[in-house]
């Protein structure tokens, strides 16, 4: 032990009304020798007679807890001596009525030890976990002392999660950490019990570690240590549930459309595990209904049987009642284990009806399972209740229906072998009933006869998506045996399971139902056979999951080991690493995958463990747990999931570069489940995870640091530190550009990452920047130089001023096929268009002949280099035209005397004509489209003789008008 001081305590003792009064009070240490010393000047203000005591207590701590609670002698001697250096005498104890000017006092000490931790008991020392939420308890008895206790509460594999202590009337709790409490203000009773609570998800077991440590006070420092500390062990086991399905009926026929006696099902839970997700599934044969009004339910909630809706379709004749959407207390509390009977039953009674067309002989099939607390899938229950049985209906062959796969590789095709026996020969009121599973289709005129049928096809009942093959033997000669084989196709559609192919077989016969008085067509089930089929795909397991830090990073070792069959060995499959962001070490919906890569199986041996080592880059790395997951590329069965949690991070540096002036946000992104602590003194909100890092003008050049300790779970921390570069902000160049109006300008970026801002600009991401410049505006370019300082360029765009003296000719009229003059002032160069009917396209003064109405434009060059565009128009009008605007002689001689020898056609104002000549007999014997060209009165190279000719001429005027003209010519010699 070490002695460290002592309290001095001097009080005045009233006897008349026998009341103590603290008159001074000093604690004085003890010097490395053990002793202490009081000065004349403690008592120089202090009376002293026999109302005055002088209280001594002594602080001293266990400095080795071993040591001293080992050692044999816990007494020690502890000596006072009073003094005064006159003969002022003192007053010792009540006890003494004699005055003294020095005394020395001894006393013998022994310490007595108060063990705590013997005070608890733990009641539980196992725990059958048969729910989410488990509880245990201890027990304080015949604590004689206050303190106060700190627990340290943890589950040895991490699986078990949000553990709490109730808090009571009897003490107090602090909850210090996800881990560590204390309680405190503990009251002296006979008996104090302690409830503890926690969520399980230790699917195979766990342990939960507790210290308890006992403080002789309510107070207690985090350093503090305790000589009475003590640990406990509670072993945590998981119980899963057992579901059973028990069916009860009265077995007797019925009617036709009569009511079939009431059944009864009873589900319960025969384990200690409690029952989630629970369900009842029923298969309804056709022509069979069940009666809303006598369906009813009854539960731990409902206190007797209360009405139930009708159950839900899941496909073809499946129905469900999922018991999660029923009963309010499942979704969370499940159905209970066995130890809470009756709460762990659901019992629901109800009555049907049979219709026309029903399946008789056949009867109601029912189906549950549910999962344990880890949703591990329980054991499945089926039940059969009796067959439907109608009046004088009876079955008249025993039938049996034999089944196989021909072919199963289980890519998408399988091939069926059906045979039928029956104990009496088949006719055509023998029918064969195949249901397919959901998704499978018949592969049409696939039907093959082996014995005793015919080729055909069934008729094909498409019932909630589900194909439902019938087969008839109309015409098939007489037989006790039958085979067939067909094809099924689409298996791919299904995932990794058992699947079943339902083969039934019928006899149609006719029943009387009672509610309408008619002969009704029943369906008589004669048999019935399930031909389950096993979707064999791919094994594959996670054998190994390591982990280790490199540098900011993290390698994962991952080895896995698959069997496969040689038709998968082309396929392909994902594995993924995924991070535990909630930290509940269980796949969710907040998880975040962080890698991925593909594996194809011919590449993993079958049967032999491959390696891999995946590297976590330091902004892959999201939390301390990790998954690694396989994930199907086609089909895998018996997917796997390794699990790892990292014990320590390495610490990630970030670096920024920022302007003086700007503002920077560091930090990290909140995932829910990380606490986060910024050591830094000048950051005001400690347990943020962002902080706005503002800087100013005078931070030029500086360097700024933060650190972050990101807390992702109870044991798992990372420090983030963030180092800012400041540098200096640099001014932006000014661009002046002067342009004409209308021109385009072209500026361009001097880096790859920028942008540009202006009044109606359009592009702003373009490298080179392209724009029609018709009024005056500025343009700026914000870039980051090479210290990532924002930067911004202005470009001034001036439309320079237009010169006002340009000028050009007055529109004009002419007549056709006369000139214009036409020019423009003011101008050193020109060019005119069209050019293609000017004396000069680039002469300042030029002649313009049009043949028609035309715009000449004048693209003027100022003394500014700029354009101007000017226009003139010149209208062409044209003269009146009529047909005397045509003249032809009535007769001419070809006779080679020079005159009257060719007959021309005179025309005026003429564009185009068609000048044609006929003999008296119609044949055309000229013709021509120019004026210019003559009749010379000969026909194919020879001289007509005299004779009268007719003509028409059909001619265009200059401005569009059509003549014609007929008439007679004479030939003369």
Request: a negative charge; aromatic letters at 10%; charged letters at 20%.
């Amino acid at each position: 032990m070490e002695v460290l001081s002592a309290d001095l305590n001097y009080y005045y003792y009233d006897s008349s009304i026998s009341s103590t009064r603290l008159v001074l009070s000093r604690t004085v240490p003890f010097n490395n020798k053990g002793y202490f010393h009081l000065s004349n000047s403690f008592f120089d203000t202090l009376s002293f007679d026999e109302n005055y005591i002088l209280d001594i207590r002594i602080n001293a701590r266990v400095t080795d807890c071993k040591l001293f609670s080992n050692g044999p002698n816990k007494k020690f001697n502890f000596n006072i001596y009073f003094h005064t250096p006159s003969d002022n005498p003192f007053h010792i104890g009540q006890d003494y009525r004699t005055f003294y000017n020095k005394s020395d006092i001894s006393k013998l000490i022994e310490l007595e030890t108060y063990s705590g931790s013997s005070k608890l008991d733990f009641v539980e020392k196992n725990i059958i976990s048969a729910a989410k939420e488990i509880e245990w308890r201890a027990n304080l008895f015949n604590n004689s002392y206050s303190g106060s206790y700190l627990f340290n509460i943890q589950s040895k594999k991490g699986l078990i999660k949000n553990i709490n202590i109730s808090p009571d009337t009897s003490y107090q709790v602090k909850k210090i950490n996800d881990s560590i409490f204390h309680l405190f203000y503990i009251k002296k009773t006979a008996l104090n019990t302690l409830k503890f609570t926690a969520e399980n998800n230790a699917c195979d077991g766990d342990s939960i570690c507790i210290t308890a440590s006992w403080y002789c006070s309510d107070t207690f420092a985090i350093n503090q240590k305790s000589c009475d500390i003590t640990s406990y062990v509670i072993e945590v086991k998981d119980k899963n549930p057992l579901m059973e399905l028990n069916v009860i009926q009265n077995s007797r026929s019925v009617n036709l459309c009569d009511t079939i006696p009431e059944y009864m099902i009873e589900l319960y839970n025969a384990n200690e595990g409690t029952a989630y997700n629970v369900f009842l599934d029923i298969n309804i044969p056709q022509g069979i209904k069940l009666i809303p009004s006598t369906i009813f339910i009854d539960h731990a909630e409902s206190n007797g049987f209360v009405p139930l809706a009708l159950p839900i379709l899941l496909s073809n004749n499946t129905y469900r009642w999922d018991f999660n959407n029923i009963i309010n207390s499942h979704r969370t509390l499940g159905l209970s284990g066995v130890n809470s009977f009756p709460k762990n039953r659901i019992r629901i009674k109800f009555k049907a009806i049979t219709d026309c067309d029903a399946f008789v002989n056949s009867y109601f099939t029912f189906y549950s399972s549910a999962v344990s607390n880890c949703n591990e899938k329980s054991n499945e229950v089926f039940r059969s209740t009796n067959k439907i049985q109608i009046n004088n209906v009876n079955v008249k062959n025993n039938v049996q229906v034999l089944t196989k796969t021909v072919s199963s590789t289980l890519k998408d095709d399988i091939d069926l072998e059906i045979e039928v026996q029956g104990s009496a020969n088949f006719n055509d009121k023998d029918s064969i009933e195949i249901i397919l599973p959901l998704g499978v289709k018949y592969v049409s005129n696939s039907m093959s006869p082996i014995l005793g049928v015919q080729k055909s096809e069934p008729r094909i009942i498409i019932k909630n998506g589900v194909q439902i093959l019938r087969f008839g033997l109309l015409g098939n000669p007489p037989t006790n045996n039958l085979k067939f084989r067909i094809k099924t196709y689409c298996w791919n559609n299904l995932q990794c399971n058992t699947f079943d192919i339902n083969f039934n077989t019928f006899y149609n016969d006719v029943a009387l139902c009672i509610s309408t008085g008619m002969l009704c067509n029943i369906y008589l089930q004669t048999s019935q056979n399930l031909l389950k089929i096993d979707r064999v795909c791919p094994q594959l397991n996670i054998t190994e999951f390591k982990i280790k830090n490199s540098n900011n990073d993290i390698s994962l070792d991952l080895e896995l080991k698959t069997n496969y069959s040689d038709a998968f060995k082309n396929d392909s499959l994902c594995i993924a690493i995924i991070a535990d962001m909630d930290g509940d070490q269980k796949l969710g919906n907040k998880d975040l995958k962080v890698k991925e890569f593909i594996e194809i199986y011919k590449n993993l041996n079958s049967g032999i463990a491959k390696s891999y080592n995946v590297l976590l880059e330091g902004n892959q790395i999201k939390s301390c747990g990790y998954f690694a997951l396989t994930i199907p590329k086609t089909c895998i069965c018996d997917l796997d999931t390794a699990y790892i949690n990292v014990s320590s991070l390495s610490t990630v540096h970030s670096s920024f570069e920022i302007c003086a002036g700007s503002e920077l946000e560091i930090g990290l992104d909140s995932t829910g489940s990380s606490k986060y602590f910024w050591i830094n003194s000048d950051i005001p909100c400690k347990n943020c995870p962002k902080y706005l890092y503002k800087s100013s003008l005078n931070d030029v050049n500086s360097i700024k640091e933060y650190h972050l300790i990101d807390s992702l779970s109870s044991n798992c921390t990372r420090e983030h530190i963030f180092t800012i570069q400041i540098n200096q902000l640099q001014e932006g160049k000014k661009h002046l550009i002067e342009t004409c109006k209308s021109e385009q300008i072209s500026i361009s970026a001097p880096v790859n990452k920028f942008l540009w801002t202006g009044k109606q600009l359009i592009d702003s991401i373009n490298k080179t920047l392209k724009f029609i410049a018709t009024e005056d505006q500025t343009i700026l370019l914000h870039y980051n130089d090479s210290n990532q300082c924002n930067v911004v360029d202005t470009f001034c765009i001036k439309i320079l001023d237009l010169i006002d003296n340009l000028s050009i000719s007055p529109d004009t009229t002419i007549i056709f096929g006369a000139k214009a003059n036409i020019w423009v002032k003011g101008a050193s160069t020109v060019n005119w268009s069209p050019s293609i009917t000017l004396d000069c396209s680039s002469c300042t003064n030029t002649q313009a002949m049009p043949f028609e109405t035309t715009l000449f434009t004048a693209e003027i060059i100022d003394s500014h280099g700029c354009k101007k565009i000017l226009d003139v128009l010149i209208t062409v009008i044209f003269p009146d035209c009529d047909s005397t605007n045509l003249f032809l002689p009535n007769a001419f001689s070809p006779n080679g005397d020079s005159h009257n020898d060719l007959l021309y056609v005179r025309a005026k104002d003429i564009d185009k004509i068609n000048f044609v000549i006929y003999n008296r007999w119609g044949e055309k014997v000229f013709e021509t489209n120019d004026v210019s060209i003559p009749w010379d009165g000969r026909y194919q190279g020879k001289d007509l003789g005299p004779d009268v000719f007719g003509y028409c001429i059909e001619a265009y005027c200059l401005n569009g008008t059509k003549l014609i003209r007929r008439g007679n010519v004479s030939l003369l010699k």
